[in-house]
């Protein structure tokens, strides 16, 4: 039973370029959560998607996006890179339910922008 | 939205000991409380965690305590371990039908001297 897994595991970038990391979820999960972890913080929510649709969203610019596929899967794609976007960005999958239930984070894409 | 302070910022405890770790939180509506451990350089990892009807859990060595009235929930770690050495984060969130917001705390880097 595979867990979350992320790609890529690191990644460097220029301010002003764009990236998109993807994830793909625990088998038998449906919902995909994106968040930011930047260095000695917290993980910040970014979105969360379901039914291939963005159902909630953090407090995060438009210049971050994301997209669900049939298979679950999900990417996250951040356009116009600044240097406050270098932080590890985490994908955790669910099983939606009514009720909050747990989350299961994957590995994380290192991203580091210049 | 969401509010949720942790303290303490660092513990540090001789092996044996017992840890605290307490959380504020500020929305009524959160009912959903987990707790992670993040492992230098790992991705974070679900301990445990408590719904709102409950007011405290038991695993092993670690419990969690949770306080609807005050808005507070705590983490305990009895006879700590030097592998319980790890930066600790809480969250809230709260069920819904439009999905969950996860809200972490900013953590808390618990060492445990040998």
């Known amino acids: 039973d595979a867990g979350v897994t992320q790609s890529p595991t690191h990644l460097i970038k220029t301010r002003g370029q764009q990236v998109t990391l993807r994830c793909s979820p625990k088998?038998?999960?449906?919902?995909v959560s994106w968040y930011q972890q930047a260095l000695g913080q917290g993980p910040q929510f970014i979105f969360q998607y379901y039914e291939e649709e963005e159902r909630q969203r953090g407090n995060f610019p438009d210049r971050f996006s994301g997209h669900q596929f049939p298979n679950y899967s999900s990417e996250l794609n951040v356009n116009a890179l600044l240097l406050g976007d270098s932080a590890l960005y985490l994908c955790a999958s669910s099983l939606d339910r009514l009720a909050a239930d747990e989350q299961y984070f994957g590995p994380g894409t290192r991203l580091t922008v210049t | 939205g969401e509010n949720v302070e942790q303290h303490p910022s660092t513990l540090s405890v001789q092996e044996g000991d017992s840890a605290v770790i307490k959380c504020t939180y500020s929305d009524s509506a959160s009912n959903y409380f987990p707790w992670y451990k993040q492992e230098l350089g790992k991705r974070p990892q679900l301990i445990i965690d408590?719904?709102?009807?409950?007011g405290e859990k038991k695993d092993q060595r670690i419990a969690v305590t949770l306080n609807k009235t005050a808005k507070h929930f705590s983490l305990h770690i009895t006879e700590t371990q030097p592998e319980d050495s790890a930066v600790y984060f809480c969250a809230t969130t709260s069920d819904g039908y439009y999905g969950q917001n996860f809200v972490f705390g900013p953590g808390t880097r618990l060492s445990v001297l040998p």
């Open positions: 088998s038998g999960h449906d919902t």
């Open positions: 408590i719904r709102s009807n409950v």
